[in-house]
């Protein structure tokens, strides 16, 4: 970490950069903390560094009525908070984000904030003190507490993450090209604290073989065989135990698993995502949710088919 008590410079006025972050979506089922996905949907953030003192944040979307419009916004506070761990002194902000990704959902939203906020601190700075994507992954790791939003916001595609005592590993992995997500985005919110506090502190021996039965088998038709999917998808770790938190959700998901459809949580939920082999299966799988909805008319579902960017997070001069 920077010695915040030297001050190597002033952040530049007038300087006014594009943050574009993807949305993504965890576990995958059984890859539970350890499995991520980007997908198409993405927020964007324009932000001006300014010659007057104090922030002013501007929100367009996701969160417009709700969220701090000062430097007490997750973005400008993270920004701020970045710019004095390396030691430099602020300036002034002009922030414009503008969200598309649902809070609360399980699609990333809080990874994609702060990869973004970490993305505009860095470009900001001097071009010598600029770092790489792997140092933002770190930071924000570190700050996220784990990696498996962090990786996919940060590199794009499908992500592999882990913990070690020195810091966070990913590697992305490979993506088979008939893999479309599927997502249905119901409007109710759920915590991801709330959702992770459900789960037991330990599982037996045999459920924890199973479950990494289930993850290297998902890898493999990720990568291969788009027909082992449904097997594949099958989780040990962390549904079972949230269900009662999401009821809908999880009757949704048996729903589309009974009728052949990969559907899992994505991440701590109550977003639904279904893994679909190929775009004619997506439209079955998207027909096969709105049908669902039709007859369970609370709460109500967005339908998205998606696709998976290969890049995460892209910072643009303007």
Request: charged share 15%; with cysteine.
């Amino acid at each position: 970490m920077a010695d915040t008590n030297t001050v190597r410079g002033q952040i530049r006025p007038g300087q006014s950069i594009a943050v574009h972050v993807p949305a993504t979506s965890a576990n995958l089922g059984p890859g539970f903390d350890v499995l991520g996905l980007a997908l198409g949907v993405g927020d964007t953030l324009v932000v001006h560094t300014l010659d007057t003192e104090g922030v002013s944040v501007h929100i367009t979307g996701e969160g417009a009525d709700t969220l701090p419009t000062d430097e007490s916004h997750l973005i400008a506070r993270t920004i701020l908070e970045r710019w004095a761990e390396l030691g430099y002194a602020p300036s002034g902000l002009r922030i414009e984000a503008t969200n598309n990704i649902p809070h609360g959902r399980g699609m990333g939203s809080s990874a994609a904030a702060m990869v973004s906020a970490l993305a505009a601190a860095n470009a900001l700075l001097p071009a010598s003190a600029q770092q790489g994507l792997d140092e933002i992954f770190q930071a924000a790791s570190r700050w996220e507490g784990h990696p498996d939003n962090v990786a996919p916001a940060v590199y794009g595609g499908l992500t592999l993450s882990w913990c070690t005592e020195a810091g966070f590993g990913t590697v992305q992995g490979v993506l088979h090209r008939d893999i479309v997500p599927v997502i249905a985005i119901p409007d109710i919110e759920l915590s991801t604290a709330m959702a992770r506090g459900l789960l037991p502190d330990t599982v037996p021996h045999a459920v924890a073989a199973a479950n990494g039965g289930r993850v290297g088998l998902l890898i493999h038709a990720l990568a291969h065989d788009p027909s082992l999917l449904l097997l594949g998808t099958e989780d040990h770790l962390h549904q079972e135990f949230r269900a009662p938190a999401m009821e809908a959700s999880a009757e949704l998901i048996a729903h589309l698993r009974a009728a052949g459809h990969a559907a899992v949580v994505s991440g701590a939920g109550p977003t639904v995502m279904v893994l679909a082999a190929g775009q004619q299966r997506a439209q079955e799988a998207a027909e096969a949710i709105s049908a669902f909805s039709a007859q369970h008319p609370k709460p109500l579902w967005r339908v998205r088919i998606e696709s998976v960017p290969p890049t995460g997070v892209r910072v643009d001069l303007l």
